[in-house]
């Protein structure tokens, strides 16, 4: 079966990174894989090169009419029999391009926010074929107040870790090597993922640790946070900059944080981070709980809680064999349920139901 993934983001985040594992999921799946971008991005271009037939498309409703129809002509030339949408905004757009086309339109839900309830909003729902929602905190905000032949349509699909067992070996070889305690932080750096509390924690600890920080860090957030790190003469924290392979960037670190303020929808990056052995600190309002068991193979902490950070961070350095226990612990429990492989199979059950039109709530 052909199946379009349409990729609508200027950046590189969370979202794009599961989109293109799940395109090269596919591939390798044997689906055949179509790719729209919007409008000529090169970063995107570069990093889904390879994992599927690439169009660019720009997807404005200024230019909807054209958009539509060069959508439209992509969609009847490929045969494509599934579309991805991986925000709301182009929804529309894409059900008017496949409206008489034997072509089922499949939303993903990245954040953790209600569905709109007007009108016009319940008659485009009414024409997607499946929601899947990338966590169960996810359903929950979907499910709010909605209506019983919505719910029918929702699927929980958690996102995958493409697993490399001899990088795993590697990474925890490594560390046993490293004589200074390193800290990482991946991801935007804008306030809402609460790089500051982390910062502030790593503040108060001995001068034997490192803090590395990997993301695109010419924000004005990460400007605040440079200047807060000079007026308390902390020289210990490397700002990495945008990272392409992370592989490398997780060999290097002991433990993860995950300060975000808001909730966060899911967590690939946590996924990854403990495949490779990394226990990992994460605030706990969101989908975080579904991939960390609090002192089992992480810690979970109140949002914006220095003190706890700060001292998680501390019993992490002090207690070497505890670290590689949860690290073994978090690689276990990432290659038991999150993996591409059962990505894939649930994906499948997804496109068996929907095509077979029995439509039901499928949970993991």
Not at 270 to 289: D, F, K, L, T
Request: charged fraction near 25%; hydrophobic fraction near 40%; charge should be positive.
């Amino acid at each position: 079966m052909n199946v379009l993934h349409i990729i609508s983001a200027k950046t590189w985040g969370g979202g794009e990174t599961a989109a293109l594992t799940m395109c090269k999921t596919l591939q390798e799946s044997g689906y055949g894989v179509y790719i729209v971008l919007d409008g000529n991005n090169t970063l995107l271009k570069e990093k889904f090169a390879g994992v599927g037939c690439i169009k660019c498309i720009r997807m404005r409703w200024t230019e909807s009419l054209s958009c539509i129809i060069e959508l439209r002509r992509f969609i009847k030339e490929n045969e494509i029999k599934a579309v991805h949408t991986h925000t709301g905004r182009v929804i529309p757009m894409v059900l008017i391009a496949i409206l008489g086309l034997d072509v089922k339109c499949i939303a993903y839900r990245h954040n953790v926010i209600q569905n709109k309830k007007d009108i016009i909003h319940r008659m485009i729902y009414k024409n997607i074929s499946a929601f899947v929602c990338v966590s169960n905190c996810v359903r929950k905000s979907q499910e709010k107040d909605m209506p019983q032949w919505m719910r029918n349509k929702i699927y929980v699909v958690h996102n995958g870790v493409d697993i490399h067992d001899e990088y795993f070996s590697e990474c925890m070889s490594i560390k046993k090597r490293k004589d200074k305690f390193t800290i990482g932080y991946a991801g935007r750096i804008v306030e809402n993922k609460g790089l500051l509390w982390l910062v502030k924690a790593f503040c108060k600890m001995d001068n034997d640790s490192v803090l590395k920080i990997a993301g695109d860090d010419s924000t004005e957030y990460a400007a605040r946070i440079k200047s807060y790190l000079k007026q308390r003469k902390c020289e210990r924290v490397e700002w990495l900059g945008y990272i392409g392979n992370m592989k490398e960037f997780y060999k290097q670190i002991d433990t993860m944080v995950c300060p975000s303020i808001v909730a966060e929808a899911f967590g690939l990056s946590i996924c990854e981070a403990m495949y490779y052995g990394i226990p990992v600190i994460a605030s706990n309002n969101g989908a975080q709980g579904e991939i960390i068991e609090d002192e089992v193979d992480g810690f979970l902490v109140d949002s914006g809680d220095i003190d706890e950070i700060a001292n998680k961070l501390c019993y992490l350095k002090d207690n070497y064999e505890i670290r590689v226990e949860l690290g073994k612990n978090a690689h276990n429990k990432i290659k038991r349920n999150f993996t591409t492989e059962m990505w894939i199979k649930k994906m499948q059950v997804v496109y068996d139901e929907i095509f077979d039109e029995r439509k039901g709530v499928y949970n993991v």
